[in-house]
Protein backbone atom coordinates (compact mmCIF):
# COMPACT_ATOMS: atom_id res chain seq x y z
CA UNK A 1 0.00 0.00 0.00
CA UNK A 2 0.84 3.47 -0.92
CA UNK A 3 2.21 6.14 1.51
CA UNK A 4 2.31 9.98 1.33
CA UNK A 5 4.37 12.60 2.99
CA UNK A 6 4.06 16.13 2.16
CA UNK A 7 6.97 17.25 4.52
CA UNK A 8 5.92 20.87 5.46
CA UNK A 9 2.00 21.34 6.69
CA UNK A 10 2.56 25.28 6.76
CA UNK A 11 4.79 27.90 4.11
CA UNK A 12 4.51 31.50 4.44
CA UNK A 13 6.50 33.21 1.67
CA UNK A 14 6.12 36.93 0.07
CA UNK A 15 4.60 37.80 -3.03
CA UNK A 16 7.22 37.54 -6.30
CA UNK A 17 9.36 34.96 -4.27
CA UNK A 18 9.71 31.01 -5.16
CA UNK A 19 8.14 28.44 -3.57
CA UNK A 20 8.52 24.55 -3.45
CA UNK A 21 6.26 22.35 -2.01
CA UNK A 22 7.55 19.02 -0.43
CA UNK A 23 6.08 15.64 -1.17
CA UNK A 24 7.79 11.98 -0.74
CA UNK A 25 5.83 8.61 -1.38
CA UNK A 26 6.49 4.76 -0.72
CA UNK A 27 5.44 2.44 -3.10
CA UNK A 28 6.56 -0.97 -4.02
CA UNK A 29 4.17 -0.93 -7.54
CA UNK A 30 4.08 1.76 -10.37
CA UNK A 31 2.99 5.05 -9.44
CA UNK A 32 1.54 7.85 -10.62
CA UNK A 33 1.16 11.07 -9.19
CA UNK A 34 -0.97 14.34 -8.58
CA UNK A 35 -0.96 17.87 -7.15
CA UNK A 36 -4.30 19.26 -6.37
CA UNK A 37 -5.31 22.56 -5.29
CA UNK A 38 -7.98 24.02 -2.33
CA UNK A 39 -9.06 27.68 -2.91
CA UNK A 40 -10.53 28.92 0.36
CA UNK A 41 -14.21 27.72 0.44
CA UNK A 42 -13.67 25.25 -2.67
CA UNK A 43 -13.62 21.58 -3.86
CA UNK A 44 -9.98 20.67 -5.34
CA UNK A 45 -9.24 20.97 -8.69
CA UNK A 46 -6.01 19.40 -10.79
CA UNK A 47 -3.01 21.45 -11.29
CA UNK A 48 -1.09 18.81 -12.65
CA UNK A 49 -0.31 15.22 -12.86
CA UNK A 50 2.47 12.65 -14.14
CA UNK A 51 1.21 9.16 -15.71
CA UNK A 52 4.06 8.39 -17.95
CA UNK A 53 6.88 10.26 -19.97
CA UNK A 54 8.87 13.09 -19.26
CA UNK A 55 9.07 13.42 -15.39
CA UNK A 56 9.07 17.45 -15.36
CA UNK A 57 5.45 17.97 -16.00
CA UNK A 58 4.39 21.50 -16.04
CA UNK A 59 0.59 22.19 -14.86
CA UNK A 60 -1.77 25.24 -14.49
CA UNK A 61 -1.14 28.85 -13.51
CA UNK A 62 2.77 28.20 -13.68
CA UNK A 63 3.25 25.26 -11.56
CA UNK A 64 5.56 22.56 -12.57
CA UNK A 65 6.83 19.01 -10.69
CA UNK A 66 9.75 16.46 -11.09
CA UNK A 67 9.08 13.03 -10.61
CA UNK A 68 12.46 11.64 -9.17
CA UNK A 69 11.73 7.61 -9.19
CA UNK A 70 14.95 7.01 -7.30
CA UNK A 71 14.05 9.70 -4.69
CA UNK A 72 10.64 8.80 -4.84
CA UNK A 73 9.54 12.51 -4.93
CA UNK A 74 7.31 14.15 -6.87
CA UNK A 75 7.97 18.12 -5.18
CA UNK A 76 6.00 21.34 -6.67
CA UNK A 77 7.93 24.47 -7.42
CA UNK A 78 6.67 28.03 -8.68
CA UNK A 79 9.55 30.62 -9.59
CA UNK A 80 7.07 33.34 -8.63
CA UNK A 81 3.97 33.37 -6.66
CA UNK A 82 1.28 35.54 -6.09
CA UNK A 83 -1.21 36.42 -3.50
CA UNK A 84 -3.78 34.31 -5.63
CA UNK A 85 -2.04 31.41 -5.28
CA UNK A 86 -2.28 31.17 -1.34
CA UNK A 87 -3.92 27.95 -1.16
CA UNK A 88 -3.76 24.35 0.07
CA UNK A 89 -2.02 21.90 -1.83
CA UNK A 90 -2.28 18.30 -2.06
CA UNK A 91 -0.01 15.98 -3.34
CA UNK A 92 -1.58 12.24 -4.36
CA UNK A 93 -0.78 8.98 -5.67
CA UNK A 94 -2.02 6.70 -7.27
CA UNK A 95 -0.87 2.79 -7.11
CA UNK A 96 -1.51 -0.09 -9.99
CA UNK A 97 -4.09 -1.71 -8.95
CA UNK A 98 -7.87 -3.02 -9.24
CA UNK A 99 -9.22 0.38 -8.59
CA UNK A 100 -6.08 2.81 -9.17
CA UNK A 101 -7.33 4.25 -5.46
CA UNK A 102 -6.22 7.83 -5.10
CA UNK A 103 -4.15 8.56 -1.55
CA UNK A 104 -3.54 11.82 -0.26
CA UNK A 105 -0.81 13.79 1.84
CA UNK A 106 -2.04 15.77 4.67
CA UNK A 107 -1.63 19.16 2.63
CA UNK A 108 0.34 22.05 2.88
CA UNK A 109 -0.53 25.30 3.45
CA UNK A 110 0.87 28.38 1.26
CA UNK A 111 -0.20 32.10 2.69
CA UNK A 112 1.10 34.81 0.37
CA UNK A 113 2.23 37.97 1.76
CA UNK A 114 2.91 41.49 -0.13
CA UNK B 1 -21.13 22.74 -17.84
CA UNK B 2 -19.08 19.12 -16.49
CA UNK B 3 -19.23 19.26 -12.88
CA UNK B 4 -20.01 17.21 -9.76
CA UNK B 5 -22.56 18.64 -8.02
CA UNK B 6 -23.08 17.93 -3.56
CA UNK B 7 -25.84 18.66 -1.48
CA UNK B 8 -26.33 20.15 0.71
CA UNK B 9 -23.12 22.37 1.07
CA UNK B 10 -23.97 23.02 4.73
CA UNK B 11 -25.79 20.73 7.44
CA UNK B 12 -26.23 20.60 11.04
CA UNK B 13 -27.83 17.82 12.55
CA UNK B 14 -27.95 15.91 15.95
CA UNK B 15 -26.66 12.43 16.81
CA UNK B 16 -28.68 9.66 15.70
CA UNK B 17 -30.63 11.46 12.68
CA UNK B 18 -30.40 9.53 9.69
CA UNK B 19 -29.17 12.02 6.64
CA UNK B 20 -28.82 11.67 2.97
CA UNK B 21 -25.46 13.87 1.11
CA UNK B 22 -26.36 13.83 -2.90
CA UNK B 23 -23.89 13.47 -5.12
CA UNK B 24 -24.20 13.81 -8.91
CA UNK B 25 -22.26 13.70 -12.02
CA UNK B 26 -22.81 15.09 -15.40
CA UNK B 27 -19.68 13.34 -17.30
CA UNK B 28 -20.71 9.84 -17.83
CA UNK B 29 -17.91 8.83 -15.39
CA UNK B 30 -17.47 5.40 -14.26
CA UNK B 31 -15.68 5.41 -11.25
CA UNK B 32 -17.11 7.52 -8.21
CA UNK B 33 -15.91 7.95 -4.87
CA UNK B 34 -16.54 9.94 -1.45
CA UNK B 35 -13.70 11.21 0.79
CA UNK B 36 -13.64 13.45 4.34
CA UNK B 37 -11.83 15.65 5.07
CA UNK B 38 -10.04 16.18 8.21
CA UNK B 39 -7.29 18.91 9.54
CA UNK B 40 -3.62 17.59 9.12
CA UNK B 41 -5.14 13.95 7.64
CA UNK B 42 -5.93 15.36 4.39
CA UNK B 43 -8.67 12.96 2.46
CA UNK B 44 -9.37 9.90 3.20
CA UNK B 45 -11.64 7.65 1.00
CA UNK B 46 -14.84 6.43 2.29
CA UNK B 47 -16.39 4.30 0.01
CA UNK B 48 -16.08 4.07 -4.01
CA UNK B 49 -17.93 2.45 -7.46
CA UNK B 50 -16.27 1.12 -9.95
CA UNK B 51 -19.59 1.09 -11.54
CA UNK B 52 -23.53 0.90 -11.66
CA UNK B 53 -24.26 -1.58 -8.54
CA UNK B 54 -20.23 -2.13 -7.80
CA UNK B 55 -19.72 -0.04 -4.73
CA UNK B 56 -16.50 -0.62 -2.21
CA UNK B 57 -15.26 0.03 0.84
CA UNK B 58 -12.48 2.78 1.40
CA UNK B 59 -9.85 3.25 4.55
CA UNK B 60 -12.53 4.45 6.67
CA UNK B 61 -16.25 3.20 5.90
CA UNK B 62 -17.61 2.59 9.34
CA UNK B 63 -20.75 4.31 10.07
CA UNK B 64 -21.80 5.29 6.15
CA UNK B 65 -23.28 3.65 3.55
CA UNK B 66 -23.49 4.28 -0.48
CA UNK B 67 -25.58 3.35 -3.35
CA UNK B 68 -24.87 3.22 -6.95
CA UNK B 69 -28.05 2.94 -8.71
CA UNK B 70 -27.57 4.82 -11.51
CA UNK B 71 -24.53 5.82 -13.37
CA UNK B 72 -24.56 9.48 -12.46
CA UNK B 73 -25.69 9.77 -8.82
CA UNK B 74 -23.80 8.15 -5.65
CA UNK B 75 -25.61 9.49 -2.20
CA UNK B 76 -23.70 9.42 0.98
CA UNK B 77 -25.97 8.35 3.78
CA UNK B 78 -24.85 8.16 7.03
CA UNK B 79 -28.12 5.82 9.38
CA UNK B 80 -26.68 7.14 12.89
CA UNK B 81 -24.68 9.80 12.57
CA UNK B 82 -21.97 10.65 15.23
CA UNK B 83 -19.68 13.38 16.55
CA UNK B 84 -17.07 11.84 15.14
CA UNK B 85 -18.49 11.94 11.86
CA UNK B 86 -18.21 15.75 11.73
CA UNK B 87 -16.40 16.70 8.60
CA UNK B 88 -15.90 17.99 4.87
CA UNK B 89 -17.05 15.69 2.72
CA UNK B 90 -16.37 15.31 -0.87
CA UNK B 91 -17.54 13.15 -4.16
CA UNK B 92 -15.23 12.85 -6.73
CA UNK B 93 -15.96 11.13 -10.32
CA UNK B 94 -13.00 9.71 -12.89
CA UNK B 95 -13.75 8.73 -16.52
CA UNK B 96 -12.32 4.91 -16.04
CA UNK B 97 -12.64 2.73 -13.56
CA UNK B 98 -9.40 1.01 -15.43
CA UNK B 99 -7.12 3.65 -15.47
CA UNK B 100 -5.68 6.06 -13.37
CA UNK B 101 -6.05 9.63 -14.26
CA UNK B 102 -7.63 12.91 -12.88
CA UNK B 103 -10.87 13.05 -10.45
CA UNK B 104 -13.10 15.98 -10.68
CA UNK B 105 -14.30 16.89 -7.02
CA UNK B 106 -17.44 18.40 -5.83
CA UNK B 107 -17.53 22.09 -3.71
CA UNK B 108 -18.09 20.00 -0.69
CA UNK B 109 -20.36 19.49 2.07
CA UNK B 110 -19.75 20.70 5.50
CA UNK B 111 -21.27 18.37 8.09
CA UNK B 112 -21.96 19.21 11.55
CA UNK B 113 -23.36 16.83 14.16
CA UNK B 114 -24.11 17.88 17.59
Known amino acids: AQSVTQLDSQVPVFEEAPVELRCNYSSSVSVYLFWYVQYPNQGLQLLLK??????LVKGINGFEAEFNKSQTSFHLRKPSVHISDTAEYFC????????????FGAGTTVTVRA | EAQVTQNPRYLITVTGKKLTVTCSQN?????MSWYRQDPGLGLRQIYY???????DKGDVPEGYKVSRKEKRNFPLILESPSPNQTSLYFC?????????????FGPGTRLTVL
Open chain 2, 49 to 55: SMNVEVT
Open chain 2, 92 to 104: ASRWDSALPDTQY
Open chain 1, 50 to 55: YLSGST
Open chain 2, 27 to 31: MNHEY
Open chain 1, 92 to 103: AVSESGYDYKLS
